[in-house]
């Protein structure tokens, strides 16, 4: 079974609205990491924001924010006011607690593209 | 300034051969990783070194090769290089069990 899994390959959004990535996880751990990156068409890796799994609060920042939803297993990234710059690939990630085994598992990710 | 760098950044080789792509991270990280990234942008951890120690071996053939010389570098060698191997590799690092820093990527091409 898929640990993370973004059902929505690709997204469109007029610039300056907001839109949301979403992401669901599986996970049997009660301490865990969730996060978000960006890879643009340049090919980096770029952190977007981590919640933790007992973080009782949503992660923001700036234009992004998380919203957990626990019980749904639910971690979606939500842009606000989408600039062209945002269009790039969206990762969502699970962090599973495990001694030292700090390992990232990916989901497939989303194609944000943002339209003029 | 460079937070976490690869070398080379484009690496294109025949099938066959033995190449070597290093990781080297200036952020003080106890740990360090390298991941497969393949042609439909799926990221798949391979290894990771905890100060030194490798700490996960996610059933990679044996042809790949991590070798830590010290907590800032990790360096991956791939021996008989195959058509399959032709991906995106990216080093990364953490400090304990936060977010992770990744290079700029290596894309290999084995021809």
């Known amino acids: 079974a898929q640990k993370i899994t973004q059902t929505q390959p690709g997204m469109f959004v007029q610039e300056k609205e907001a839109v949301t990535l979403d992401c669901t996880y599986d996970?049997?751990?009660?301490?865990?990491?969730l996060f978000w990156y960006k890879q643009p068409s340049s090919g980096e890796m770029i952190f977007l924001i981590y919640?933790?799994?007992?973080?009782?609060q949503n992660a923001t920042e700036g234009r992004y924010s998380l919203n957990f939803q626990k019980a749904r297993k639910s971690a979606n990234l939500v842009i606000s006011a989408s600039q062209l710059g945002d269009s790039a690939m969206y990762f969502c990630?699970?962090?599973?607690?495990?001694?030292?085994?700090?390992?990232?598992?990916f989901g497939k990710g989303t194609l944000l593209t943002v339209n003029p | 300034d460079t937070a976490v760098s690869q070398t080379p950044k484009y690496l294109v080789t025949q099938m066959g051969n033995d190449k070597s792509i290093k990781c080297e991270q200036n952020l003080g990280h106890d740990t360090m990783y390298w991941y497969k990234q393949d042609s439909k942008k799926f990221l798949k951890i391979m290894f990771s070194y905890n100060n030194k120690e490798l700490i996960i071996n996610e059933t990679v053939p044996n042809r790949f090769s991590p070798k830590s010389p010290d907590k800032a570098h990790l360096n991956l060698h791939i021996n008989s290089l195959e058509l399959g191997d032709s991906a995106v590799y990216f080093c990364a690092s953490s400090p304990f069990d936060n977010e992770q820093f990744f290079g700029p990527g290596t894309r290999l091409t084995v021809l």
């Open positions: 996970t049997s751990d009660q301490s865990y990491g």
């Open positions: 919640q933790g799994s007992y973080d009782e």
């Open positions: 990630a699970m962090r599973e607690s495990g001694g030292s085994n700090y390992k990232l598992t």
